[in-house]
DNA sequence: TATGAATGAGTATTCATTCAT
DNA sequence: GATGAATGAATACTCATTCAT
C-alpha cells in the first residue's frame, strides 16, 4: 500500500510526515492544502501523489501512524503490576503528559482527526477510533484489583465515572493551555488537583 | 454592528438566518458556500455582505444568535423551585432533549461550529463558548440545597464529577447516534441508564 | 440556462465564442484549455463558469450556436422552386462553399465535435447530430420531382448513392485542402468534376 | 529506429503492443496513459521510453504495426481469380466483416487513431492512411474484367460512385452499432441491403 | 538493459469578496 | 438599498518524460 514511501531513507520520511501532520493539525483535513505541505517537506507536487495516490489516503495513513507511536510509547510505559486502580491512572496520567511534551504536534493531529468534521473522511476516522479504544479499554484496566471498590454499586458505572472525571479534566486544561497567552502548562497545580480528586474519589467508591 | 441586518423586517431576517444555518449545520464553515445560502435565502450577493461584511461576522453573529435562542429556552424552563440537584439534572436532561428535538438544525449548527476546525472561527468559537458555560454554570446550580452532601468533600469538585459524567454520558449517546443506520435514539434505554447512574451518585455523596 | 451569457453585449459574447470556437476547434474537446480561452478572450476565469457552468455545457452551447448559425444560413438560401434534384444539389453545394470560406471555424469546430472521441460529449453530440440530419434531411429533398427517375430502382436508395457519392468527394476535397500546402481550394476543378458526375448519375438513374 | 524494441523476444513484444493497443484504443490518444501501459505490460516506466523514445512515436509505431497486420491479413484473402466487381466486392466486404470480428481491438485502435482530434499525431495519421488507401485501391481492383461496364461513362468515376455508397453504408452501420444498446450488429439485414444496392448499382453501370 | 522515484507545468472548477450600476 | 457580473488565487490531482542507480 504505502510501500514506496516505507522504502524511502528515514530523514525524507519524517520530513514528509512532520510537515503533513502540521498542516492538517493546524488547518484540519478540509483547509489543509496539499501544496503546503510539499512546499514545506521540499519535495515535488507529484510525489507526494506518487506515495500515497491521494489526499484522504494520506490522511488516513498519518492517522494510522500517529496512533501506533502514541499507542506503543503510550502501552509500553504502564506498569502492570501496578493493582491499585487510583496508582494506576496517576502513572498513566504521568506518562501522558511527558507523551504529550514530546509529541504535541501528534496529539493535536489526532485530536483534530478526531474532530474533524469532513465528511470525507469522518466515517473512516471514527471506524478506526472505537477499534482503538475498544483494544486500549483493556489494557489500562488489566489486572487491577477490583476488591478494594465498594460492591454496592455497578462496577462498569463507577468507573465509567472515575474515567470521565479526569478526560473532562484533561480537555479542561487543553482548553486552558490553547486561551492562555504563553502556551505554558501549570503541571504543579494540575498535579495537587489531580490528588484532589484522588482522594474525593476514593472516599466515594472504596470500602 | 449588524444594525442594518436587524433593521430589517422580520420576515427577511429569518429567511436568511434559516438558510444560513441551514448551509452551515450541513456542511461546517469552510464548506458553507455564500452562493448557496444567497440562492435559498433568495437575496442577492452583495446584500449578504452589505449586512454582514464578510462570512466570518456572519456566522459568528449566527452563532451569538443561536446559543441566545437556545439559552433563553433553557434557562426559562428550569424549575428553580425544586432544591434538589439531581431532581434539578434530571430535569434539565429532559428540558434539553426536548429543545434537541425541536431545534434539530439550531444544536447541529452549534455542535458544528463548536467542532469546527476551521482556524478563521476557532478561536473566537471557542472563546464565546467558555463565556456561555461560566454563565450557564451558576444558573443550573442556582438555590441548590447543598446540605444533603457530605461534608468531608470539597463541594465543587463533586459537582464537576457529577456534570462530568452527564456530559460525557451525553456525548457518547450523540456518536452512537451519528454511527447508527437509523440516527434513531433510543430514549428510554438513556432514561434507565441515568436513572442508574443517578442511585450510585447519591450513594457516594449524600450524606 | 445560459441566459446570462446570452445578456451580454454583442461584442463580447462574440470575442468568448470566438476563442471557445477556435481553441475547440483546434484541439479537440478534451485538449483544448479554459485556460487558453479565457486568455484569448480576455475574460477572468471565473466569469466562463459563471456563463457556463463547466466545461461541456459550454462545449455543448457552442455546437448547438454554431448548427443554428449553418443551418439558419443554409436552408434559407436554397431554391425551393428548383424542382431537379441535381439543380438543386448543385446549388446546395454553392451555397455550401460560401458559408465554408465565410465561416472556415464554425465548420471546422463542428466537424471535430461530431468526430471528437471524448466519452464525456460523444453521446450528447451524437443524439444532437441526429436530430440535425433527420430535420434537414428532408428540407433538401422538399418539392422535389421525382418522377424523372428510372421507376425500376429503389428511389431511397438511388438518393443515398448520390448523396453518399457527394458527401464523400466533399470530405476527399476538405482532406486535400487540409494537407496541401497553400490550404488553397481549386473551385474551378472541383466545378468542373461535379458536373461530370452529375452527367454520370443521370444517365445513370434518370429515366 | 525500433530496433532497439524489435530485437526483444516476441513474448515481450507482443506484451508491450497488446497492452498499449488496448490503452490506445479504449481511449484515445491524448486520454491513453504510459501508466496504464507499462502496468498491463509488466515493464518498468522508463523501458518504454528507452524503446520507443516518446508517447507519439509509440503511437505511430503501433499505427503501422497495425496497418501492416490487417492489409496482409486482407489482401492475401482476396479471390484475385474472381473478375466481376461486385462479386469481388461482396467477397471483400465477407473478409472485413470476419477480420473485424476477429481482431476487434485493433480495428478499433485503427478507427480512433484516424477520427483522433490531437494535434500532435493527426497530420501524420492522415497522412499515412492517404498513403494506405492508395496502395489498396489499386489491389482491389486488380483484374477486374471492366468490359462489363458501360462505355459510355469514366469507369474511374463510376468506381468512386460504387466504391462512395459502400463506404458511408459501412460508416452508418459502424455509428448504428455505437449507438444500439447492445452493441449488436445485424448481418442478416446488412446483407440484403447490400444485394439490393449491387442489383440498382448493376443496373446503372452494367451494359 | 532496466528501474521507478522525481519533476512541475498542466487541468477544470470554486469561492469570498468587490464594485459599477 | 440592492444587484449580480467580475475577479483571480486557490484547490486536488495527472502525466509524459528524465535520470541516477
Redesign the pocket.
Known sequence: MF???L??DQE?QDRIINAAIKEFALKGY?????????KEA?????????????????FLFLFDHCCKIIADEFYIKINLQEKDLFNRIRGAILIKTELLNQYPNLFKFIEEAYLDESSEIKIEIEKKVKELNDINFGKIYDGIDFSKFRSDMDIKKVLKIITSTFEKLGEEEMNKVKLSPSHQIDYERIQVEIEEYFEILMKAFYK
Chains 1, 2, 3, 4 share one sequence.
Not at 521540499?42 to 494520506?58: A, D, E, P, T, V
Request: zero cysteines; proline letters at 0%; aromatic letters at 12%.
Open positions: 510501500s514506496k514511501f522504502n524511502l525524507k478540509d483547509n489543509a492544502s496539499t501544496n503546503e505541505i510539499v521540499g519535495i515535488s507536487k507529484g510525489l507526494l501523489f506518487h506515495y500515497f495516490g491521494n489526499k484522504k489516503q494520506m
